[in-house]
Structures are given as structure tokens and as C-alpha cells.
């Protein structure tokens, strides 16, 4: 069994900062990517910012310069360090990690349960 579960969310005002992270435990064998999706209320599900385990990152172009994702491979964890947040970043941030649970294993996608951000005054 894997588990990945996410905290640091919250209410910020506009210009603000939160650190969300992401820990996995359990049946781990190998972490390849790491990342993050948000979800607001009628929109599609994006992916926000992804590494992977080489530190490979990628960001969506409106996070770009203000959200920095980064992973301490020893603790299982990724973060995501979000400043000069805006109203249009709220959402529920869900956390994923790509864990092999064997050397011969397919990896799989594993999920949090989702941390709702909200920037607002």
C-alpha cells in the first residue's frame, strides 16, 4: 500500500505566500515524477508543476515565476513553494507521485486527497 497525503493549504490574502507539501509512504520502491494539479469549481483539472527525479521540472505558464516545485528524494516528499499568489490560484491543489512498488513493477500514479488554497482579501 502507498499512501501520499498533501498539507499546507489555506486562505492568503492576494501577494501572498503558501508552502503546500506531499508525502509518500508505504510500498515504495522507486519515486519517478512528483507533481501538482489544482482544480477550481468548473474548471478542468491542470497540472500546475511537475520534477522528476532527476530535477527535471516543468511549470504552467501562469504559475511561472511566482510557484518553484522542488523534492527531497530522502523524505519522500515534494513541495510546492507558491508567492505573489493571485484569486485566480484558488483551487484544490491535489498532489501526485509515479511510485514503482518493485524492481519489475509498473509505476502508477498515486494521489492526495486534495488541500484547497484560497487568495482572497
Known amino acids: 500500500q502507498v499512501q501520499v497525503v498533501e498539507s499546507g493549504g489555506g486562505l492568503v490574502q492576494p501577494g501572498g505566500s503558501l508552502r503546500l507539501s506531499c508525502a509518500a509512504s508505504?510500498?515504495?520502491?522507486?519515486?519517478?515524477?512528483m507533481g501538482w494539479y489544482r482544480q477550481a469549481p468548473g474548471i478542468e483539472r491542470e497540472l500546475v508543476a511537475r520534477?522528476?527525479?532527476?530535477?527535471?521540472?516543468y511549470y504552467v505558464d501562469s504559475v511561472k515565476g511566482r510557484f518553484t516545485i522542488s523534492r527531497d528524494n530522502a523524505k519522500n516528499t515534494v513541495y510546492l513553494q507558491m508567492t505573489s499568489l493571485k484569486p485566480e490560484d484558488t483551487a484544490v491543489y491535489y498532489c501526485?507521485?509515479?511510485?514503482?512498488?518493485?524492481?519489475?513493477?509498473?509505476?502508477?500514479?498515486?494521489w492526495g486527497q486534495g488541500t484547497q488554497v484560497t487568495v482572497s482579501s
Open positions: 520534477i522528476t527525479s532527476d530535477g527535471s521540472t
Open positions: 508505504g510500498s515504495i520502491f522507486s519515486i519517478y515524477a
Open positions: 501526485y507521485a509515479d511510485i514503482s512498488s518493485g524492481p519489475r513493477l509498473v509505476p502508477y500514479d498515486y
